[in-house]
């Protein structure tokens, strides 16, 4: 997004990758702890943050940023 003109339609293809990381980090945990790495999950002593599908859910954490970003500027009316 410029500098110069913050509306969101002014919004360069770098700036809707950046939208694009976090939702698809999430789908990919939701599929990773629906249809894979079921091994990882029944050995036993595993700990619930091994394996694929938190390590997702903790990437599409930290991808946030550009969405939370919006939504502020959004409410401030901007």
Do not use: E, K
């Amino acid at each position: 997004m410029s500098i110069d003109n913050p509306r969101p339609s002014s919004f360069s293809l770098a700036d809707w990758l950046c939208f694009a990381a976090a939702p698809t980090f999430a789908m990919m945990a939701l599929l990773t702890a629906a249809y894979g790495d079921h091994d990882t999950m029944c050995m036993t002593g595993a700990s619930v943050l091994s394996g694929m599908a938190p390590m997702y859910l903790l990437m599409a954490g930290f991808h946030l940023t550009p969405w939370l970003r919006l939504m502020a500027r959004r409410t401030n009316g901007i």
